[in-house]
């Protein structure tokens, strides 16, 4: 599948290609043919861009996912310590989770806010 997958966006990759040489007004380049028809070299390029786009974008979400994990893990133990502490007020529990969903990390009422 992941095969299918490079190949797929690799031929889109070189349709853009071909738009963008053609508004600069390149017609007789010799790999403006299709995908399909290309050398195995040539759709090695393409895969290559491929290839580093979806590991950049596996970079960037991991360190998202990453950061979710640590403001969830922050969020929990600062409502159970406020918890400990007495501080059951629904109110005040509710903003508590309110901060979680909106991406920020409170901490002893000094908000500090995720950049995203």
Known sequence: MEKEIIEY???????A???EKHKQGVYNH??????GKLAE???EYDRATVRSVLKALGDIVGHKMTRIEE???ASMEYRK??????AKDPIL???IDNAYFMG???ADKHPIYYDG
């Not at 966006?9 to 349709?15: M, R």
């Not at 010799?30 to 995908?35: H, L």
């Open 17 to 19: 290609w071909q738009e």
């Open 71 to 73: 403001i969830e893990k």
């Open 9 to 15: 966006l690799s031929e889109k990759v070189h349709e």
């Open 81 to 86: 310590s406020r918890e400990e502490c007495g």
């Open 30 to 35: 010799p790999d403006d043919i299709p995908y």
């Open 93 to 95: 529990l509710d903003e």
């Open 104 to 106: 920020a990390i409170w």
């Open 41 to 43: 070299n040539i759709k």
